[in-house]
Structure formats: structure tokens, C-alpha cells
């Protein structure tokens, strides 16, 4: 069984930086192997993808967080992260992550439970 568990959400000013964590468990999933991607939902909007990071390691956002946001993993503790600097209000939402069915390869199907990030002054 897979499980995603995010952590590292919290309330910053605008400007500030949050650094948010995905660890993985479970004996199929390996970050090394299957793509995860960071999705966030404010109130009231649809979820949007934020950041995707595949197995080979190439990355891609969303324009809105271009620049300022950067996807990473560390494939020894079996963790995605998702370093955000330059926050503004607007990036306000809870963030989740979203992994890859170890058996169903492009079928992203595992949610985390999700993480509150709150810019606000």
C-alpha cells in the first residue's frame, strides 16, 4: 500500500519561504522510479498542478510559481519536496501531493492528505 504523507505547511508573510515534504512508504513506491507532482487548492477554486518532478528527474511549474518555486527529491529517504520562496497571498491554498501507481505507470492516483500554507501579514 502506498502512502503520501505532506508536511512543512504553516502560515509566512508575503515574501517569505516555506519548504514542504512528501515522504513516500510503501514497498512499490520509490521516488527514483515514479513521478510525483505537487498540487494546491485555495477555497472556493480547482486544484491546479503546481510542480512535477517525473522518474528521470526533469522538473516542470506552472507559470504562476516559475522562478520562485523548485521541486526537488531525495531518492535515500524517499521524500519529494517542494521549496517555495517569494510567497505572496495568492499562493495561499492547501497543497497536496500526488504520486504514480507503481503498477499503472502515468496513472497518478496516491494522494497525501494535504498541508495548509497560508501568506498572510
Known amino acids: 500500500q502506498v502512502q503520501l504523507v505532506e508536511s512543512g505547511g504553516g502560515l509566512v508573510q508575503p515574501g517569505g519561504s516555506l519548504r514542504l515534504s512528501c515522504a513516500a512508504s510503501?514497498?512499490?513506491?520509490?521516488?527514483?522510479?515514479?513521478?510525483v507532482d505537487w498540487y494546491r487548492q485555495a477555497p472556493g477554486k480547482q486544484r491546479e498542478l503546481v510542480a512535477t518532478?517525473?522518474?528521470?528527474?526533469?522538473?516542470n511549474y506552472a507559470d504562476s510559481v516559475k522562478g520562485r518555486f523548485t521541486i526537488s527529491r531525495d531518492n535515500a529517504k524517499n521524500t519529494v519536496y517542494l521549496q517555495m520562496n517569494s510567497l505572496k497571498p495568492e499562493d495561499t491554498a492547501v497543497y497536496y501531493c500526488n504520486g504514480e501507481n507503481p503498477e499503472a505507470p502515468g496513472v497518478f492516483d496516491y494522494w497525501g492528505q494535504g498541508t495548509q500554507v497560508t501568506v498572510s501579514s
Open positions: 510503501g514497498s512499490m513506491f520509490r521516488i527514483k522510479l515514479n513521478g
Open positions: 518532478i517525473t522518474n528521470d528527474g526533469s522538473t
